[in-house]
Every structure is written in structure tokens, then in C-alpha cells.
């Protein structure tokens, strides 16, 4: 179980301590992957996979010249992955740390991933130790929006004054979030769970 939820360290999109940009997708049906995006002005091909054994394909795009990574922060990154019918579709990583929907058009329910890799002095520095490894796993399954009695969407600050002290009174060790961007206006759409 541990390796496996560490997988995001090996597949997506990660900066290597060179400053070079490695990236590994698990697609068995493709036939051919490239990364695309606003560092590349949306060129198709230009970066292309390598393909491995078992699914899995490989890119690495070296640091520029001047040592920089090669993707900015914040960029839009798509894959561009031809299929086995040789059609191209575009995705975006299963393994993407940050995903919009695009604002410019509120019709618009497909989510652009963003490269995420803050300078230094713009990254998080967590400010409490590390929680000592529980014994067991005891899971919490919770969506925020559906927290609420009170028949509407309840908000993240109402889940942590209300739901995260009842989870932790019933010594929960983990908690399993699902996404805020399940609820589409008909329903539920289970997009995924976070950890």
C-alpha cells in the first residue's frame, strides 16, 4: 500500500534535481504518447514518449541552457496520445498535482492539468512533525458538499469544524475525500477518491 500511494513520485510529471523534467504515463493501449502544452506553443509531437515494458512510457526533457526547468510553473500540460484506431486525444495525467477547469468558458466541464513545481520561496513548508504511523487502518469515506444536514452544499469550513472532530473522536487514521468536482447538475459522477 505504500508504494503503491507513492506512485505520483515516478508517473506524471516530476522535476528531476538537475532541473530536467521526467515523466512516465501508464497508457497499455496507446500506440503513441506526446506531452504538449503552453512550453511547447501546443505542439503535438514535438515531445514524445518512449515506450517501455508493461503500459508504461517514458519522456525526459532536459533542463535549458541555463540550467532552468524546462516547463514554467503554472503551464497548461496535456497528453496527446494516438490509439490503437490511430485517432489523437488529449488527456491530461491521472498523476497531475493541479487541474482547472478553464474560466474564460463557464460550458466547460473538461479540465486542463497545470504543471505544478513552485519556486522555493513559494512552496509550502509544513510546520508540525509528521503524524506517527497509526497500527491499522481505520478509514473515514467522506464528500465535503454532502457533510451537511441541512439539505445543501456544505462548505470545506463547515467539514473541518463539524466533520473532522467526529472522525477524529472515532480515532479514524486516514480519510478518504471525494472530489468537490463530483457533483454535476443531475447527480453524482465518482471522478476518483483522494487519500
Given at each position: 500500500?505504500?508504494?503503491?500511494?507513492?506512485?505520483?513520485?515516478?508517473y506524471?510529471?516530476n522535476?528531476?534535481?538537475?532541473?530536467?523534467v521526467?515523466?512516465?504515463?501508464?497508457?497499455?493501449?496507446?500506440?503513441?504518447v506526446?506531452?504538449?502544452?503552453?512550453?511547447?506553443?501546443?505542439?503535438?509531437?514535438?515531445?514524445?514518449f518512449?515506450?517501455?515494458?508493461?503500459?508504461?512510457?517514458d519522456?525526459?526533457?532536459?533542463?535549458?541552457g541555463?540550467?532552468?526547468?524546462?516547463?514554467?510553473?503554472?503551464?497548461?500540460?496535456?497528453?496527446?496520445?494516438k490509439?490503437?484506431?490511430g485517432?489523437?486525444?488529449?488527456?491530461?495525467?491521472?498523476?497531475?498535482?493541479y487541474?482547472?477547469?478553464?474560466?474564460?468558458d463557464p460550458?466547460?466541464?473538461?479540465?486542463?492539468?497545470?504543471?505544478?513545481?513552485p519556486?522555493?520561496?513559494?512552496?509550502?513548508?509544513?510546520?508540525?512533525?509528521?503524524p506517527k504511523?497509526?497500527?491499522?487502518?481505520?478509514?473515514?469515506?467522506?464528500h465535503?458538499?454532502?457533510?451537511?444536514?441541512?439539505?445543501?452544499?456544505?462548505?470545506?469550513?463547515?467539514?473541518?469544524?463539524?466533520?473532522?472532530?467526529?472522525?477524529?473522536?472515532q480515532?479514524k487514521?486516514?480519510?478518504?475525500?471525494?472530489?468537490?468536482?463530483?457533483?454535476?447538475?443531475?447527480?453524482?459522477?465518482?471522478l476518483?477518491?483522494?487519500?
Amino acid at each position: 500500500m505504500e508504494q503503491f500511494s507513492r506512485s505520483y513520485e515516478q508517473y506524471g510529471i516530476n522535476v528531476a534535481a538537475d532541473g530536467s523534467v521526467v515523466c512516465r504515463e501508464w497508457a497499455p493501449g496507446a500506440v503513441e504518447v506526446y506531452l504538449t502544452g503552453d512550453f511547447n506553443g501546443w505542439n503535438k509531437t514535438q515531445h514524445a514518449f518512449k515506450q517501455g515494458s508493461f503500459g508504461k512510457w517514458d519522456l525526459i526533457i532536459p533542463p535549458n541552457g541555463d540550467g532552468n526547468i524546462p516547463i514554467a510553473h503554472g503551464s497548461i500540460v496535456k497528453l496527446n496520445i494516438k490509439t490503437k484506431s490511430g485517432q489523437f486525444v488529449e488527456r491530461i495525467s491521472p498523476w497531475i498535482r493541479y487541474a482547472i477547469r478553464p474560466k474564460n468558458d463557464p460550458k466547460n466541464f473538461t479540465y486542463d492539468g497545470i504543471f505544478w513545481h513552485p519556486p522555493p520561496k513559494e512552496q509550502y513548508i509544513f510546520k508540525h512533525a509528521r503524524p506517527k504511523r497509526p497500527e491499522g487502518l481505520r478509514i473515514y469515506e467522506a464528500h465535503v458538499g454532502i457533510s451537511s444536514h441541512e439539505g445543501k452544499i456544505a462548505s470545506y469550513n463547515h467539514f473541518t469544524d463539524n466533520v473532522l472532530p467526529r472522525i477524529k473522536r472515532q480515532g479514524k487514521t486516514q480519510i478518504n475525500l471525494g472530489f468537490s468536482s463530483e457533483v454535476i447538475s443531475q447527480g453524482f459522477v465518482r471522478l476518483g477518491w483522494v487519500s
